[in-house]
């Protein structure tokens, strides 16, 4: 069984602040790893995804995320947020596996920049 | 391409009546899921089909919920009877497998307001 776990429902951060978002996951063996961000009354968009070859994978809006084998990691960074990087980020796996597309969801951070 | 495409964005509905949501993926994809998204319960899977087969629909929560999918471009979810537990925000999301992309690309959602 695959699981996601994001620490912290809530993170505040000032403008031009490191913003570092967590993701842990559960799954026997290394899932393919996304991000996605929600901004009030929309669906879901992807930020950045990892299925193989370099671990530090880049997104857009400047996001960024490594994903860490031995931590079961994937997470989100970006150097200096902006005002506008504030919204709800999901974290998100599919397995490797040929069972299916079915992708397991995080239970959310919201992000706030403070001014 | 359009993305995928939901209808209605707001429905406002009396308990009871019967409810239906609509969904056209991107065309090419092969996947489509519907997702609910409440605050208490966040973001829960409901159904997935594959080549418009429904593969897995354990997270539908009790018969008053199905939905089909009769071609490629096109899928419903309907409630009936409605209920004031059913309010959440609907999406439809959309996949293809080809290429590996495998990420779910996601619809503007439907807000469902049962009073």
């Known amino acids: 069984a695959q699981s996601v776990t994001q620490l912290g429902s809530h993170v505040s951060v000032s403008e031009g602040a490191l913003v570092l978002l967590r993701c842990n996951y559960s799954?026997?063996?290394?899932?393919?790893l996304f991000w996605y961000v929600q901004y009030p009354n929309q669906g879901l968009q992807l930020l950045l995804k990892?299925?193989?070859?370099?671990?530090l994978v880049k997104g857009i809006n400047g996001f960024e995320a490594e994903f860490k084998k031995s931590e079961t990691s994937f997470h989100l960074t970006k150097p200096s947020a902006h005002m506008s990087d504030a919204a709800e980020y999901f974290c998100?796996?599919?397995?490797?596996?040929?069972?299916?597309?079915?992708?397991?969801f995080g239970t959310g951070t919201s992000l706030t920049v403070i001014p | 391409d359009a993305g995928v495409i939901q209808s209605p964005r707001h429905e406002v509905t009396e308990m009871g009546q019967e409810v239906t949501l609509r969904c056209k993926p991107i065309s090419g994809h092969d996947y489509l899921f519907w997702y609910r998204q409440t605050m208490m319960r966040g973001l829960e899977l409901l159904i997935y089909?594959?080549?418009?087969?429904?593969?897995?629909d354990s997270g539908m929560p009790e018969d008053r919920f199905s939905a089909k999918m009769p071609n490629a471009s096109f899928s419903t979810l309907k409630i009936q009877p409605s209920e004031p537990r059913d309010s959440a925000v609907y999406f439809c999301?959309?996949?293809?497998?080809?290429?590996?992309?495998?990420?779910?690309?996601f619809g503007p959602g439907t807000r469902l307001t049962v009073t």
């Open positions: 990892y299925t193989t070859g370099a671990t």
């Open positions: 998100a796996v599919r397995s490797t596996m040929n069972t299916g597309n079915q992708f397991y």
């Open positions: 799954s026997s063996v290394p899932p393919y």
């Open positions: 999301a959309s996949s293809s497998t080809t290429g590996r992309s495998y990420e779910q690309y």
């Open positions: 089909f594959n080549n418009n087969v429904p593969i897995d």
